[in-house]
């Protein structure tokens, strides 16, 4: 017991369950039993999937940006870019080039427009 928690080696837990034990180095996990059938994207890689989408369609000047996740748990992603109206006075606002959901275990990406 250390700091409330208690720990257990893992790999006595494993052999008591019959099964092995995976470390995962790209997610620096360790899994008992086998690694997960699906793959799972991050946020900053969901967000490369849609710029990579809609690459064609987007200019240097827009933003491509995780906001949050939805209720599935799916990532969604704004596209929009700041366009100054009034250089003198600072007035801008922002130009929304679309809002899209990733899932995160199969990247698939889906416009909420």
Do not use: C
């Not at 790999?11 to 086998?34: C, Q």
């Amino acid at each position: 017991m250390y700091k409330n928690s208690v720990y257990v080696p893992i790999r006595f837990v494993a052999e008591n369950l019959n099964k092995s034990v995976i470390y995962d180095a790209k997610t620096k996990s360790i899994f008992i039993g086998k690694l997960p059938v699906a793959k799972m994207y991050s946020k900053m890689e969901a967000v490369e999937l849609v710029k990579k989408k809609y690459a064609a369609s987007l200019t240097p000047a827009h933003v491509v940006e995780y906001d949050h996740d939805d209720e599935k748990g799916h990532y969604v992603i704004h596209i929009y870019q700041t366009v100054v109206n009034n250089f003198q006075s600072g007035d801008s606002y922002t130009s929304t080039y679309g809002w899209f959901v990733v899932n995160p275990n199969t990247g698939e990406v889906k416009s909420l427009l």
